[in-house]
């Protein structure tokens, strides 16, 4: 903790606040919450402190960077390594701020499952997305006979660092994040479906975090992904900072201003191996958007906030083809646990994915990272930065 602290120290320095602020490109490797000191909530978090920490769930990421006005990339999502479409997994889906374009939303409200891998990008970036998806699991062994097939695909609009009107999207940009997937994957900040984005002003990104609850508790796992495209008051351990704000900069193209309000969006990915069908995950994911909420947002008119949350205990998946489905769930009463797992896991993801990014120039302009430098100090005099 005390080395980040110091190469921290040594920019600020070096650069002065005002200049180290508007870094656009800098290749400084940056901290996570957590290396920098910066402890959300008072759960453990899990070995990796990722949403690969629940078991068999995989992540793969493309970026795609051409020019100087593409800045995008899918993530994709994996429940776990079998045959997806065979083994289901329950899901649900819940809407904060419905503003967005998420595809299969309508067939996994209505069967409370899901068959395909998550794929997260930029706006414009969805249907192709989704056709490569089909494309890519209709090869698959086993998909022989099939005739239809649910493609779930999330996005946030990154128009702002990336020319979204060109459509840069392409399918072997969606294969390479499917076939790239691992499970040890903990890669944030600009990368996939987070390389265009901006949140607060600042340039967010794909953030992660996890929770294991004890023993005494279940002893299960909750993990979460996010891509934080949004805005409002930033709020980061319960410390607002409005003092730390970026300065605006020449920009091209008409509503240019990087968005800082809460206009934008975010998705985010929540897994579990905790036993839950599709109800109770849909209670699980009411309260991912508390931890939206911690961190300044207020999910405006104009911002997309969806939650996507399933489970991969295997006593809850559900077989094709099966005439009932195992009910092993969980009851009511054990879901609190879990309520404040994923709302800590949530507000610490999007931390993170604040923390991780770099700061980038794209079509419209350039976003700055956050200023750690201005952050950590400030978190310090609040005693949210441990000592």
């Known amino acids: 903790m005390a080395n980040w602290r110091s190469v921290w120290l040594l920019v600020a320095v070096a650069c002065g606040p005002a200049q180290a602020m508007e870094l656009p490109d800098t290749s400084l490797e940056r901290p996570r919450a957590r290396e920098a000191g910066v402890v959300i909530g008072v759960l453990p978090t899990g070995?990796?402190?990722?949403?690969?920490?629940?078991?068999g769930v995989a992540v793969g990421h493309a970026t795609v960077v051409e020019g100087e006005a593409i800045r995008t990339g899918v993530t994709a999502i994996l429940p776990h390594p079998g045959h997806l479409y065979r083994e289901r997994v329950p899901a649900a889906i819940v809407i904060g701020n419905g503003y967005g374009k998420l595809l299969g939303i309508s067939q996994v409200a209505e069967l409370g499952e899901l068959e395909t891998p998550i794929l997260l990008t930029g706006t414009l970036g969805v249907w192709r997305a989704a056709d490569a998806l089909v494309g890519w699991q209709l090869a698959r062994p086993g998909m022989e006979d099939v005739r239809s097939l649910n493609p779930v695909v999330g996005e946030t609009n990154d128009g702002y660092l990336n020319d979204i009107?060109?459509?840069?999207?392409?399918?072997?940009?969606?294969?390479?994040?499917?076939?790239?997937?691992?499970?040890?994957?903990?890669?944030e900040g600009a990368i996939g479906a987070g390389t265009g984005t901006v949140a607060f002003g600042w340039k967010g990104g794909i953030g992660t975090s996890s929770r294991r609850l004890d023993d005494a508790q279940g002893g299960h796992t909750v993990g979460v992904l996010v891509q934080s495209n949004y805005g409002g008051r930033l709020t980061i351990g319960g410390v607002a900072l409005d003092d730390v704000r970026p300065a605006r900069s020449a920009s091209r193209g008409a509503n240019a201003v990087p968005p800082a309000t809460g206009d934008g969006s975010i998705m985010i990915v929540v897994a579990t191996d905790a036993p839950l069908d599709d109800r109770l995950l849909r209670r699980l994911a009411a309260r991912a958007l508390l931890g939206v909420g911690r961190t300044g947002s207020?999910?405006?008119?104009?911002?997309?906030?969806?939650?996507?949350?399933f489970s991969t205990a295997t006593q809850v998946r559900r077989a094709l083809g099966a005439r009932r489905h195992a009910q092993q769930v969980l009851p009511n009463e054990a879901m609190t646990p879990l309520f404040e797992a994923v709302a800590e896991a949530t507000e610490e993801a999007i931390v993170n994915s604040l923390f991780r990014a770099t700061g980038k120039r794209g079509h419209r302009g350039a976003v700055p990272a956050l200023p750690l430098e201005r952050v950590l100090p400030r978190l310090r005099r609040a005693n949210t930065v441990a000592p």
């Open 47 to 55: 070995p990796r402190n990722a949403i690969v920490d629940v078991p």
């Open 165 to 187: 009107r060109a459509r840069p999207l392409r399918a072997e940009h969606v294969v390479q994040a499917l076939e790239t997937a691992a499970t040890d994957n903990v890669d």
């Open 298 to 309: 207020s999910m405006s008119n104009g911002s997309g906030d969806y939650v996507i949350a």
